[in-house]
């Protein structure tokens, strides 16, 4: 239902969570006509990550506000090229590195720019190999790594080889696109062939750049601070102060935030209601990958503990928090053993988390092909039994 425009900038903090919720697709029916294509729209930017414990990021987020769409239809969705040979994703730096929607390529000449003024590198170039990989490119593309030659020197992850140097520093100039992967490999392509050229050629200056993505996250997010919009893109402060009074957000009051907020004029216009998903969140989704932002609407504060040695992990090494009526309700770290989905350790935000944790559990597993969940470790042992009756009448 459509409502007249606020009389008032002032939202209360419930407010502002549900606006955001439902910015970020998790409140109301799902679109799934425009289905992951369209999620990716929506979101503006899908961050990628080599970890894969229940499935990669990139599929988690679509899952997350979907619900159990195909795996392989995720992977198809980003990368397949339209009927006219048209991408409709390429990959690039933004939050982190991220799946974007094609139609963004003009928005990120800033960034290009900017890669391409940069004074120096943490890798050298070998003279020559630049040249080499472009000319290989014109010649043999679209490549990975390892058909131009090999990604490393050693086994070492960091240790790349000349030809990865190059290909890489290419991309964040923008002279080389990546619009695929195989598997997890990036394939690279000059981006004179892959990018059409009405976006190819279409260079915007740098404050129109940074004016449209400043406007997207501000879609994104529905609501938010200053600190929130400049992180959705990786933003300096500076760059966004320049262009928010003229992006189209408006400025609002969030109670209890403490900080002034921006929003969608359109996000205010219509009550946030609607069904609300129920679902384990990548730590990568950006619904919660600002731990600040988490904090200050959800009142959870999470952080990734992959890299944090294991006898210093309090929640587990990919902890997934639990959405649940709109809230953040506990966290899960899942592992895999054949066709069993293992909750390693499930922390529980009280009782009342109870039902909507098994519920979120049995939904993965099936979406990942498994058939039983087993449960390691709950944080709370009063709550295991209760958690195992849930279990066992979603399973049965």
């Known amino acids: 239902m459509t409502s007249h425009p606020r009389p008032t900038t002032t939202l209360s903090a419930d407010e502002a969570r549900r606006i955001a919720l439902r910015a970020q697709g998790f409140l109301g029916a799902p679109n799934r006509r425009g289905g992951v294509r369209g999620v990716l729209r929506h979101l503006g930017a899908v961050q990628l990550d080599t970890i894969s414990v229940l499935a990669r990021s990139h599929e988690l987020i679509p899952y997350a506000r979907l619900g159990a769409v195909g795996r392989t239809a995720v992977d198809q969705a980003y990368w397949t090229p339209g009927t006219d040979g048209a991408p409709h994703a390429f990959e690039?730096?933004?939050?982190?590195?991220?799946?974007?929607?094609?139609?963004?390529?003009?928005?990120?000449?800033?960034?290009?720019?900017?890669?391409?003024?940069?004074?120096?590198?943490?890798?050298?170039?070998?003279?020559?190999t630049y040249d080499q990989v472009i000319k290989q490119l014109r010649t043999e593309g679209p490549l990975t790594a390892t058909d131009l030659g090999g990604a490393k020197k050693t086994s070492e992850w960091w240790d790349w080889s000349g030809t990865k140097v190059a290909v890489e520093r290419a991309l964040m100039y923008g002279e080389v696109v990546c619009t695929e992967r195989r598997g997890w490999?990036?394939?690279?392509?000059?981006?004179e062939r892959a990018i059409p050229d009405a976006l190819l050629h279409d260079e915007l200056d740098d404050a129109e750049c940074v004016r449209r993505l400043v406007r997207l996250a501000g879609q994104s997010l529905g609501v938010g601070t200053r600190a929130d919009i400049a992180d959705y893109h990786r933003l300096r402060g500076d760059q966004v102060d320049a262009v928010i009074t003229d992006s189209g957000l408006v400025p609002v009051t969030v109670e209890g935030w403490g900080k002034p907020a921006w929003a969608d004029p359109t996000a205010l216009e219509t009550v946030p209601r609607g069904r609300h998903r129920t679902t384990l969140l990548s730590p990568f989704d950006s619904l919660v990958w600002e731990r600040a932002?988490?904090?200050?609407?959800?009142g959870f504060t999470h952080r990734l503990e992959a890299y944090t040695p294991k006898p210093k992990r309090v929640y587990g090494y990919f902890a997934m928090p639990v959405l649940a009526g709109g809230r953040l309700?506990?966290?899960?770290?899942?592992?895999?053993?054949?066709?069993?989905?293992?909750?390693?350790?499930?922390?529980?935000?009280?009782?009342?988390?109870?039902?909507?944790?098994?519920?979120?559990?049995?939904?993965?597993?099936?979406?990942?092909?498994?058939?039983?969940?087993?449960?390691?470790?709950?944080?709370?042992?009063?709550?295991?039994?209760?958690?195992?009756?849930?279990?066992?009448?979603?399973l049965a």
Do not use: M
């Open 92 to 128: 690039y730096w933004s939050h982190a590195a991220c799946i974007l929607p094609v139609e963004e390529w003009p928005h990120f000449a800033f960034r290009r720019r900017a890669y391409r003024a940069r004074p120096h590198w943490n890798h050298d170039l070998p003279d020559g």
């Open 185 to 191: 490999k990036r394939v690279y392509d000059l981006a």
């Open 293 to 298: 932002r988490t904090e200050r609407i959800f």
């Open 329 to 394: 309700v506990g966290r899960v770290d899942p592992a895999r053993e054949d066709r069993t989905l293992v909750a390693k350790q499930v922390t529980l935000d009280g009782p009342k988390a109870v039902p909507a944790v098994a519920q979120a559990l049995v939904e993965a597993a099936s979406w990942v092909d498994c058939t039983d969940v087993r449960v390691e470790r709950v944080a709370a042992p009063e709550l295991r039994a209760p958690l195992a009756r849930e279990l066992a009448l979603a």
